[in-house]
């Protein structure tokens, strides 16, 4: 698909409506230790680990209000131990039960993503693209994740000063809910030092001129 061929829209504003530095837990946050599973809060980053063999988990958490119709999640994970092949990253958009959730995912050994729409027990995924992306070196073992909702398009950044590595039209990436958080498959540990949800406000007199919401224009600031 040719992202400068979509008519996207001009953003007046970006209303933060949720963010979180991990300093504490005053958002609730799970936090857990068992056999197949760990997740805490230390020294500013909440860290989520997946002992188990074969389920992926999940760390979430409910908006407290319905997600906009144009919005932005912004955050960065870092990889910090990986044991085979598995992927991590954002998922958003489901209800408590989570029977479909969305994901927007890189793999912990190859450096590419995933953006799906899935039933939780992966009977059926209702939309999927898979494809290669490239790694900026000086990041290291952090990875920059966005995924943004404007103007009825979905579009997928990994990096924070270049074009959107995927875009989709959002009837296939639905909203159930207003629960986002991080995905994690096994043999993966991993911590955030930040997430950050804005609504975004656009001008409803748009002369559809062509705009690549790309850079610190938009996506940056996390």
């Known amino acids: 698909m040719n992202v400068f061929n979509l008519p996207i829209a001009r953003i007046l504003h970006r209303e933060t409506i949720f963010e979180d530095d991990f300093v504490n837990n005053i958002a609730g946050w799970e936090q857990i230790s068992d056999e197949d599973e760990q997740s805490f809060i230390l020294n500013s980053h909440y860290h989520m680990e997946n002992k188990s063999q074969t389920r992926w988990m999940f760390y979430h958490k409910e908006m407290g209000r319905k997600l906009p119709e144009n ?8 990889l910090l131990e990986h044991n085979g092949y598995g992927q991590y990253g954002l998922v958003w958009g489901f209800t408590k039960p989570h029977h479909i959730l969305n994901r927007f995912v890189v793999s912990a050994e190859t450096d590419r993503f995933t953006v799906s729409r899935f039933e939780k027990n992966h009977h059926h995924t209702f939309h999927r693209f898979s494809s ?12 920059f994740l966005s995924v943004m909702l404007l103007n009825d ?13 995927y875009v989709c039209h959002k009837s296939h990436m639905n909203t159930e809910g207003n629960r986002f958080g991080f995905y994690v498959e096994p043999g993966l540990l991993v911590r955030a030092d ?29």
């Open 132 to 143: 290669h992306y490239e790694k900026e070196y000086m990041s290291k073992s952090k990875q």
């Open 71 to 78: 919005f932005i999640i912004n955050t960065e994970i870092e």
């Open 153 to 165: 398009y979905y579009y997928f950044f990994l990096h924070r000063h270049q074009q959107p590595v």
């Open 194 to 222: 930040k997430i950050k949800v804005q609504r975004l406000v656009i001008s409803p007199d748009f002369d559809s001129h062509m705009w690549m919401p790309v850079g610190s224009e938009l996506i940056s600031g996390l």
